[in-house]
C-alpha cells in the first residue's frame, strides 16, 4: 500500500495516526474478504474443490497474491477451528479434489463443466450474486475506513482531501474509488452543513440520502456481478 504523505505537509503526528489508520483498513478489507470467501467456499465446497472455490473468489475480487496467500492461510484456520461436523472440511475437500481429478482440465473448465445443466446453472448465478454481495460490503468497508481517515485528520486536512488520501493510499480501484468518495462525503453533508429549512421541491418521490446511496450501491453490484 501507498503511504503518500510527503507532498501532504503533514505533521509527524498525523502521518503515525495515518499509518496505523492504513494498517487498520487493510485489516478491516482482509476481514471482510475472508468472511465472505468462507460464504463462497461453504455454498460450493461440496462441487468445487477448497483451491478452485478460492481461485473464483480471487479474480471475480481482483485479489492480488499477496492478499491471496493472507485469505487462503486464514480461511484454512477457520475452518480448521470450525472442523466439528461428521464429514469435516477436510474429508470434504478431499471429496471435491477427487472429483475435479476425475474429470480432468483447468479450474476454469472444470467450473464450467460442474456447472451445467438447470442446477448447476442455479450454482453459477449463486457464484455471480455472492461476488456482488462482497463488492457491496467491501464497499461499505472502504466508507468507513474513509470516515476513519476525515476524523483522523480533521485538524490536517479538508474532509474531500482526506478522502483522496484515503483512497490513494489503499490503491482503490478507479470504479469503486468514485462511489466511496460520493458516499463518504454524502455520509458527511449533515454533520457539516447547516441545517437548512427550505420547502421540498415538488417531485415524484422523497429523494433521500439512504436513496441516494442505493442507486451508488446497486451500481457497484452490476459492475461486480
Known sequence: MKTPFASKGLSLAARRHIEIAIAVAQERLLSTHVEHALELIELVGD???????????????????????????????????????????????ANADAAAANGGGSIFGNLRQRLRGRINDELRHWIELEAARTEVALLHTHVANALNFV??????????????????????????????????????????????????????????????????????????A
Open 47 to 93: 462441487q468445487v474443490p477448497f483451491d478452485d472455490a478460492l481461485e473464483i473468489y480471487n479474480r471475480l475480487l481482483r485479489i492480488s497474491a499477496e492478499e491471496e496467500r493472507i485469505i487462503t492461510t486464514r480461511a484454512l484456520a477457520i475452518l480448521g477451528e470450525r472442523d466439528d461436523q461428521p464429514q469435516g472440511w477436510a474429508e470434504r475437500m
Open 151 to 224: 476524523e483522523i485528520l480533521r485538524n490536517e486536512m479538508s474532509p474531500t482531501e482526506a478522502t483522496e488520501l484515503y483512497l490513494e493510499a489503499l490503491e482503490v480501484r478507479d470504479s469503486i474509488a468514485e462511489v466511496v468518495y460520493y458516499i463518504t462525503l454524502a455520509r458527511l453533508n449533515g454533520t457539516i452543513i447547516p441545517a437548512r429549512n427550505k420547502e421540498p421541491a415538488i417531485q415524484v418521490g422523497p429523494v433521500t440520502q439512504t436513496t441516494q446511496e442505493d442507486r451508488l450501491l446497486r451500481v457497484v453490484e452490476n459492475d461486480g
